[in-house]
């Protein structure tokens, strides 16, 4: 009877100690499992935010750059300065733009256009008189030519020249001429610049 309870309780024990065995390897495993899937979740959210990150677009600064256009000819010249310039046509001469400031005319109303200075365009075969002193009878062409070193734009089948003002104005010239000055030299900073107004 002794050896029947011992072996009784030898069986349960081995079957208690089996099943034990079981719970406690599928515990582990089921841990083991969970923490790497949390990780293969946690890796995929990292890339998904970082793909996203990435294929979000740039905000690019949009260009504020401002410009003086004469529109009568469709050109315009990319200009910062701290000037306001205006110009006009002379009488029955679309050739010759004349040029002044808001400054210039707030200082002085007399000041009025070509006191800032003039932008003229030729085509080649005109003659260049104007651009030059003397009784001599070259082309825009020959000019160009000759005088290597003068300042202009070539935009399409015109040439442009800036002139400066040969006089002072105001009722104090004084008062004026640094503004004269300065307009016109932000009116000459303009021919390099020259380009033809992009098409819309």
């Excluded at 495993?29 to 790497?36: E, I, P, S």
């Excluded at 009722?171 to 009116?187: E, F, G, M, Q, R």
């Amino acid at each position: 009877m002794l050896i029947m309870g011992l072996l009784v309780f030898v069986l349960i024990a081995i079957i208690t100690g089996t099943g034990w065995y079981v719970w406690h390897s599928k515990q582990v495993a089921d841990k083991t499992l969970d923490a790497a899937s949390k990780s293969a979740q946690s890796t995929a959210s990292s890339s998904t935010s970082k793909k996203t990150a990435a294929q979000s677009p740039t905000t690019t600064p949009v260009s504020t750059q401002s410009y003086v256009t004469i529109k009568e000819w469709g050109v315009r010249a990319a200009f910062a300065g701290p000037l306001h310039l205006e110009y006009t046509f002379r009488a029955g001469n679309s050739n010759t733009a004349d040029f002044t400031s808001q400054e210039l005319l707030k200082a002085d109303p007399t000041c009025t256009y070509e006191f800032g200075g003039i932008i003229a365009r030729y085509k080649a075969e005109d003659q260049a008189d104007q651009l030059q002193s003397g009784p001599y009878q070259m082309t825009v062409r020959q000019y160009i030519a000759s005088d290597t070193n003068k300042d202009y734009a070539h935009i399409g089948d015109y040439y442009y020249f800036f002139d400066h003002t040969q006089a002072g104005c105001g009722s104090d010239p004084n008062k004026t001429s640094d503004l004269i000055s300065k307009t016109n030299d932000a009116v000459k900073s303009l021919i390099p610049k020259l380009e033809a107004v992009p098409a819309q």
